[in-house]
């Protein structure tokens, strides 16, 4: 399913790498029918996943594939490159900048010099920085970013406009919960029954013939989706380069091979391919504690394995995280956390042009995709605060040691307020497919978002480009209009003062 063209479409792809970013997975292919390399969304597949062919290999990847060049990959980088913009960014942000993007652009000063393969997705992140972040070239960018913002700004004036009303029945599988994943959790409880079937019935021959109504009946399989479940159970029975068993409709008969292909398990095994999926699952999602528990770089951490389990496959092993400055942070939390040690940090929140200090208590540390979170309580400004540690410059232990607060339980937004946000149709799909979001009858869709501060949902609005509007309560919608209209006013200047801008 495409969301941009809300449409469905069965493909043929090779599949050359399989990876997690960003709170999904993706991988990348050849997409057989314009023989072009692309990267798709596992969570958008609606049907099922099958085999073309037996071949124990029926492509091999490219000698030029590299995985690593898809994952982090930003939202305005994601097609064929179309040009090199440049933006000036808020000499205390810079090195924010050069941390989350330092490897998909460059920093000449304070300008930041990036490649974009779609104007629009780099205006959305301009918008969301909230002034810290001018365009200057091409020009077109520039007039995105205008454009959005004379939008927003008059959508929010005067009284909201009234939404349609709710979608009476939501059929695409977009709706308030995410679409069902390719394949139902009680069908593989079905798979293993069928196949420890297939295998009795084999016994010690290599192959075997099975009427398939005896398969329907015994199972509860309708006759016309045995096929369906012979693909699956062949799909989710092959690794390694190799089948355990393999079984095929042929008329009114299934024909069962037990005959083990490739030289998987002619090998002396070291992994199996769950286990080594296990680890770099692992790594991928809490390899910084990980390492911090440890006291070993997260690389070490890796070579270990490695030597002790043999080496992971180059195109699905997690990336040698660039930002070692993560790995760190954690690591000094981590350790703040267990010996009751207060820290300093220096913080850079998204609505400030400058990073301020803080000392906090270091309750907990969590893993929201795709960012890290302390749970702390803030000395600084007495109360109880979470801080992500993409922001955080800087962290470091002090020597006073805390006891820990009775009864306090860090609590993140649970006194957030809630704001009633619209939604315009050419958005909407990508809204719902988050979840939590409500569809309406002419294909636009509304959602309560929680609130920590004023300041993050502006910049959340302004990054959908007046494709969202604030409907409820009235202060916020006043907020965002007066501050559309005054980074509209900015960019006019220096629009004017910069040579740049004026070429």
Same mark, same amino acid.
């Given at each position: 399913?495409?969301?941009?063209?809300? +449409? +469905?479409?069965?493909?043929?792809?090779?599949?050359?790498?399989?990876f997690f970013d960003n709170g999904a997975w993706y991988f990348v292919g050849q997409d057989l029918d314009d023989e072009r390399r692309k990267m798709f969304r596992v969570s958008r597949v609606r049907g099922e996943i099958r085999f073309s062919t037996r071949r124990e290999r029926d492509f091999r990847i490219p000698a030029d594939f590299d995985v690593d060049e898809y994952r982090g990959r930003p939202s305005w980088q994601v097609g064929e490159p179309a040009g090199e913009a440049r933006i000036r960014v808020a000499p205390a942000t810079a090195w924010w900048v050069e941390r989350l993007y330092g490897d998909r652009g460059r920093l000449?000063? %304070?300008?930041?010099?990036t490649e974009y393969a779609s104007l629009p997705m780099l205006a959305s992140w301009i918008l969301r920085q909230d002034g810290r972040a001018v365009p200057l070239e091409p020009p077109?960018?520039?007039?995105?970013?205008?454009?959005?913002?004379?939008?927003?700004?008059?959508?929010?004036?005067?009284?909201?406009?009234?939404?349609?009303?709710? @979608?009476?029945?939501?059929? @695409?599988?977009?709706g308030g919960e995410r679409p069902a994943g390719p394949v139902a959790p009680e069908r593989f409880a079905v798979l293993q029954a069928l196949l420890a079937h297939l295998l009795a019935a084999c016994g010690d021959d290599r192959e075997a013939l099975i009427p398939a109504a005896e398969l329907s009946e015994r199972f509860g399989i309708p006759p016309d989706q045995l096929e369906e479940h012979l693909s699956l159970l062949n799909l989710v029975n092959f690794g390694g380069g190799c089948y355990t068993v393999y079984a095929e409709l042929r008329g009114d008969e299934v024909h069962v091979d037990k005959e083990l292909y490739g030289d998987t398990f002619r090998a002396a095994p070291r992994l199996t391919p769950l286990e080594a999926r296990a680890i770099r699952l692992a790594l991928e999602f809490v390899g910084p504690m990980i390492a911090a528990d440890a006291h070993t770089p997260l690389d070490r951490v890796r070579k270990k394995l490695e030597e002790t389990f $043999?080496?992971?496959?180059? $195109?699905l092993a997690p990336a040698a995280q660039a930002e070692t400055e993560a790995e760190d942070l954690v690591g000094v939390l981590a350790r703040a956390s267990r010996e009751r040690r207060l820290v300093e940090i220096v913080y850079l929140k998204e609505e400030d042009a400058e990073p301020t200090t803080h000392v906090i208590e270091a309750y907990s540390l969590e893993r929201?995709?795709?960012?890290?979170?302390?749970?702390?309580? %803030?000395?600084?400004?007495?109360?109880?605060? @979470?801080?992500?540690? %993409?922001?955080m410059q800087s962290a470091k232990i002090q020597r006073e040691r805390f006891e820990a607060r009775p009864g306090f339980e860090p609590r993140g937004l649970q006194d957030a307020r809630t704001a009633l946000l619209w939604f315009s149709p050419a958005v909407a799909r990508w809204r719902l497919e988050r979840g939590g979001a409500r569809r309406l009858?002419?294909?636009a869709a509304l959602a309560e978002t929680r609130v920590g501060s004023d300041e993050w949902l502006v910049g959340e609005?302004? @990054?959908?480009?007046? +494709?969202?509007?604030?409907l409820e309560p009235d202060d916020l919608r006043r907020r965002v209009s007066g501050r559309a209209a005054e980074l509209l006013r900015e960019l006019r200047e220096a629009a004017t003062a910069s040579p740049a801008a004026r070429a």
């Open positions: 399913w495409t969301p941009a063209r809300d +449409e +469905e479409r069965e493909r043929a792809v090779n599949p050359y790498g399989l000449e000063g %304070d300008v930041f010099v077109a960018l520039r007039r995105e970013v205008a454009a959005a913002l004379r939008t927003i700004r008059d959508a929010h004036k005067g009284a909201p406009p009234a939404p349609a009303r709710e @979608s009476a029945a939501d059929t @695409s599988g977009e $043999g080496q992971f496959e180059v $195109g929201k995709l795709p960012w890290w979170y302390v749970h702390s309580w %803030d000395r600084t400004r007495d109360g109880e605060r @979470s801080f992500r540690l %993409d922001r009858a002419d294909g609005v302004f @990054s959908h480009r007046g +494709e969202a509007v604030v």
